[in-house]
Each structure stands twice: as structure tokens, then as C-alpha cells.
Nanobody, 119 residues
Framework: QVQLVESGGGLVQAGWSLRLSCAAS????????MGWYRQAPGTQRGLVAL???????SYADSVKGRFTISTDNAKNTVTLQMNSLKPEDTAVYYC?????????????WGQGTQVTVSS
């Protein structure tokens, strides 16, 4: 089993910045990819940013140029730096990890952290 623990989030004004962090813990696993998804009320959960173990990153078009994802492979952590926040960034943000354990791939989710951006 792998646990994802998130930190960060909160209430900010438009234009401000926030930083989300997530740490993966457990035994006998390796990270294939880590990232962040978000879900606003009445919408489906969607990708915000993803980073693979090979160093590739991808972003939702709506956050390109404003958000930056970074990982620490030694610590199994992922961080999302969110700048120039907009009210439409308001959502619950979920940490995501795709890991390899015992020869199989598994997906795990954090508990979610609320980000609210006021106009």
C-alpha cells in the first residue's frame, strides 16, 4: 500500500500564489509518475500537471505558464507551484501517483486539498 499526504492549499486572492506539496510513503515501490488533478463543484476531475520518472511533464492548457510541477525522486514528493491564481482555479486539488509494486502498476490518490481563489 502507498499513502499520499498532501499539504498546502487555502484561500487566496486572485493574482496571489500557493504551493501544494505531496509525499508518497510505503514500502517496496517505485514511482512511475506523480502529479495533480483538480475537481470543481459540478465538474469531472481533470489533470492539472503530471511529471514522469523519465522527466517528462505535462500541463493543462489553462495552467500553462502559471503553474510549475517539480518532483524529488529521492523523497518521493511532488510540488505544484501555482502563480497568478485565478478564481477559475478554485477546486479541490488531488495528489496522484502511479507506482510500480511487485511487478504491477497501481494508482493512488491523496485525500484532496481545497484551493479557493477570490476575485
Amino acid at each position: 500500500q502507498v499513502q499520499l499526504v498532501e499539504s498546502g492549499g487555502g484561500l487566496v486572492q486572485a493574482g496571489w500564489s500557493l504551493r501544494l506539496s505531496c509525499a508518497a510513503s510505503g514500502t517496496m515501490f517505485s514511482i512511475n509518475a506523480m502529479g495533480w488533478y483538480r475537481q470543481a463543484p459540478g465538474t469531472q476531475r481533470g489533470l492539472v500537471a503530471l511529471s514522469t520518472s523519465g522527466g517528462d511533464t505535462s500541463y493543462a492548457d489553462s495552467v500553462k505558464g502559471r503553474f510549475t510541477i517539480s518532483t524529488d525522486n529521492a523523497k518521493n514528493t511532488v510540488t505544484l507551484q501555482m502563480n497568478s491564481l485565478k478564481p477559475e482555479d478554485t477546486a479541490v486539488y488531488y495528489c496522484y501517483a502511479n507506482v510500480r509494486r511487485a511487478g504491477r502498476n497501481y494508482q493512488y490518490w491523496g485525500q484532496g486539498t481545497q484551493v479557493t481563489v477570490s476575485s
